[in-house]
């Protein structure tokens, strides 16, 4: 199967992202490459991009989209070691960093990822298919309390009690192996009137698994904070989130390498002499215009935020 992958609010991000034809440049979720090839566009033979992803099918099909560069450089690796992978490649300094935290269009249709709850598979949602740890370990694995917590915590799901409670019960009997034996369950604890409402009954469960089994959430603090401890002066982060959660994170962690003082805020001034670290580029996130969400419904969800380095 082709790897398909829309880019999200393309135009957006190479604007944010203010390339410079010399510079270094990590894209931190490579995926379809289609941000990567704009941004590839824009440099010169002497600018260099950073290619990095966790998912060796991504790697190969973004080799190929992108074969008539010589100035990339691809890394099989997640970007949670963005700060090692820099290391390694000695870099000390990049001008700018993209992340795209959404789910390929490939991983989504191709039926054996587990990741869709639209098709038949073995229960997976791995990103990175070297890892042993995956969607049938949570499910078959996990206590109740412990699937109740990721569902409600990760997937933000109003009836991840009852799914979880289910889960364990029907496991009892035989694991739950495959992605449609856990629509089932879960269409089994949903009301119907809420069936009606906010898509598919199964989209948040599957994302809360998704998001345990590749670590997501833990991956992506200490990744904002190790990718803009990497850019120089003036250099730019920009990041798409495609749900709530991640954008939390996001939004706060700006907020802090904005504001790093801790001083209580009673103090007249502040002593402990942390100093911004960043600056905004936009206050609230750019979403996808009416005319992108005509051409890619998945890019409903999507936010863009960007910071630069002061």
Same mark, same amino acid.
């Given at each position: 199967?082709?790897?398909? =992958?829309?880019?999200? *609010?393309? @135009? @957006?991000?190479?604007? *944010? +992202? %203010?390339?410079?034809?010399?510079?270094?440049?990590?894209?931190?979720?490579?995926?379809?490459?289609? =941000?990567?090839?704009?941004?590839?566009?824009? +440099?010169?033979?002497?600018?260099?991009?950073?290619?990095?992803?966790?998912?060796?099918?991504?790697?190969?099909?973004?080799?190929?989209? !992108?074969?008539?560069?010589?100035?990339?450089?691809?890394? =099989?690796?997640?970007?949670?070691?963005?700060?090692?992978?820099?290391?390694?490649?000695?870099?000390?300094?990049?001008?700018?960093? !993209?992340?795209?935290?959404?789910?390929?269009?490939?991983?989504? %249709?191709?039926?054996?990822?587990?990741?869709?709850? *639209?098709?038949?598979?073995?229960?997976?949602?791995?990103?990175?298919? @070297? #890892?042993?740890?995956?969607?049938?370990?949570?499910?078959?694995?996990?206590?109740?309390?412990?699937?109740?917590?990721?569902?409600?915590?990760?997937?933000?799901?109003?009836?991840?009690?009852?799914?979880?409670?289910? $889960?364990? #019960?029907?496991?009892?009997?035989?694991?739950?192996?495959?992605?449609?034996? !856990?629509?089932?369950?879960?269409?089994?604890?949903?009301?119907?009137?809420?069936?009606?409402?906010?898509?598919?009954?199964? &989209?948040?469960?599957?994302?809360?698994?998704?998001?345990?089994?590749?670590?997501?959430?833990?991956?992506? %603090?200490?990744?904002?904070?190790?990718?803009?401890?990497?850019?120089? &002066?003036?250099?730019?982060?920009? $990041?798409?989130?495609?749900?709530?959660?991640?954008?939390?994170?996001?939004?706060?962690?700006?907020?802090?390498?904005?504001?790093?003082?801790?001083?209580?805020?009673?103090?007249?001034?502040?002593?402990?002499? &942390?100093?911004?670290?960043?600056?905004?580029?936009?206050?609230?996130?750019?979403?996808?215009? &009416?005319?992108?969400?005509?051409?890619?419904?998945?890019?409903?969800?999507?936010? +863009?935020?960007?910071?630069?380095?002061?």
């Amino acid at each position: 199967m082709e790897f398909k =992958h829309y880019s999200v *609010m393309l @135009e @957006e991000c190479i604007e *944010m +992202l %203010d390339i410079k034809e010399d510079g270094i440049y990590v894209d931190c979720t490579l995926g379809g490459a289609g =941000h990567s090839k704009e941004i590839l566009k824009k +440099l010169s033979p002497k600018g260099r991009l950073i290619g990095i992803d966790q998912d060796l099918d991504a790697l190969k099909a973004a080799k190929e989209k !992108l074969k008539d560069f010589n100035n990339v450089t691809y890394v =099989h690796n997640n970007f949670y070691n963005i700060k090692d992978i820099l290391e390694s490649l000695e870099i000390e300094k990049v001008d700018g960093i !993209l992340m795209d935290l959404g789910v390929s269009s490939y991983q989504l %249709d191709q039926g054996e990822r587990g990741f869709s709850y *639209m098709k038949e598979a073995a229960l997976d949602m791995r990103m990175n298919r @070297e #890892e042993a740890f995956s969607a049938y370990n949570v499910v078959n694995e996990y206590s109740e309390d412990e699937l109740f917590r990721i569902l409600r915590d990760f997937g933000e799901e109003k009836f991840s009690r009852r799914i979880a409670s289910r $889960i364990v #019960e029907k496991r009892k009997v035989k694991p739950v192996e495959t992605t449609l034996e !856990l629509v089932k369950i879960i269409d089994e604890c949903i009301p119907a009137k809420f069936k009606r409402e906010g898509g598919h009954p199964a &989209k948040r469960t599957f994302q809360g698994i998704r998001i345990e089994v590749n670590s997501e959430l833990s991956i992506l %603090d200490r990744a904002i904070g190790d990718g803009i401890e990497a850019l120089n &002066k003036d250099g730019v982060m920009a $990041i798409i989130t495609f749900h709530s959660l991640e954008d939390r994170i996001v939004k706060n962690k700006f907020r802090d390498l904005v504001d790093p003082c801790k001083c209580p805020k009673d103090l007249p001034m502040c002593v402990c002499g &942390k100093k911004p670290i960043i600056k905004l580029i936009n206050k609230k996130p750019i979403e996808a215009t &009416k005319e992108e969400l005509d051409n890619n419904s998945r890019s409903k969800s999507a936010k +863009l935020r960007g910071c630069k380095k002061i």
